[in-house]
């Protein structure tokens, strides 16, 4: 880990034996260590998570000293220039981010995208400005604001998430603000709202789009003058909470349309933070791949799944409506469902690619087909799945039908050759005696 010299900075000729035991690689051992734990076979299962846990211990206690390390740093002038941050390669500045001692829980790629926004998070992180952050739905805006939580200076206090979207008009300033026991009906006794839990800390207002107009008056007062009421009593109660609200609305259309006000709408973006939709930074998706099924494993207690070739390639390519939330949904469900390796087979129905993939053209007067392939990446699994399949009648029809026989042959675990035959409708019953036969 780098320590501070209270004394001037370390000259330029350090450099390389000062990055060599830098935040990043010392996190790095650490999950080194952890994945080597888990996966240990010669320790008992309770030792294992007895160690395990230490691991977990050391790793937030390396995360808060360097969280402390690096607001030194910046105070003694150790950060970068903006331009020379600006002009870095994407790889130098996910680097560069790294050995700030930047908390992320996760993992993210070298988009210039999302680095931007990272970096605009970092530096905006240790303020009690306020924070709108935008994006489409189950790209992680949480996440983000958990990293201006994690990184700012509110990190040991509350961090308060509300769903706007899922509270009802009727009771919504009482969940806000809280409510006076007697308030209205139901109302038994006294109740402190979100704000007051989030005192001293963040609270998180995700889908603020979906916040009625009357909630939104509400809300205002709370940025203007830090103070809110509980329903049904006079008290003023002063709050000092940081402001983080996400939406996958576009908040300044609705402020001209009237349905969301423009003050309020400047009021929440003073710092405008955009995160990206995942198939505009596909260079992520294998990084959260190897995460998303790590992390499966863990929580299933069995090794991580191995992914086909051909499931990769759809992983990569597909267009992910729902994000990085039905990327890890996907890999949770294939590490469920397959046993050692997961295949296409494993995928919802409604996304699994149809066995010829073709798209089927009309042409000609007379209504005459021509089956062309709607993609390049299609074709590919198109022909794949025709080798497959005329793999597997040639073995059967070698072996004379009997499964066992063809996935000794083959070195195939039978229950994934059983599953494979199924997928392409293949009986094996109907090449019994083919061998003698011929």
Known sequence: MKLYNQGARPPAADAASHSAVSFAGLMEKIEILRSTLRWSSRLERADIEKLLKQATTLRDEVMGLSHKERFVQAAAGGEAPVHEEVERMPRERRQALLERSFIFEGTFGDNPKLLES??????????????????????????MAKVIHANGSRQDRPFISVNCGAIPDSLLESELFGHKKGAFTGASSDRRGKFESAHTGTIFLDEIGELPLTGQVKLLRVLEAHEIQRVGSDEVIAVDTRIVAATNKDLRSMSKEGTFREDLFYRLSVIHVSVPALRERRDEIPLLVAFFCDEAAGMLKRRPVRLTPRLRDFLMHYEYPGNIRELRNLLYRVSCLAGDTADLVHLPQDIRPKPAALAVVPIGPVGAVSALPASLSEAKRAASDEAERAFLERGLQEVGGTVAELARRCDMNRSHLQMLLKKHGIHSKDFRGQREKG
């Not at 970092?122 to 992680?140: C, F, N, Q, R, W």
Request: glycine share 12%; aromatic share 0%.
């Open 118 to 143: 990272l970096e605009t998070a970092e530096k905006a992180a240790p303020t009690d400005l306020p924070v709108l952050i935008d994006g489409e739905s189950g790209t992680g805006k949480e996440l």
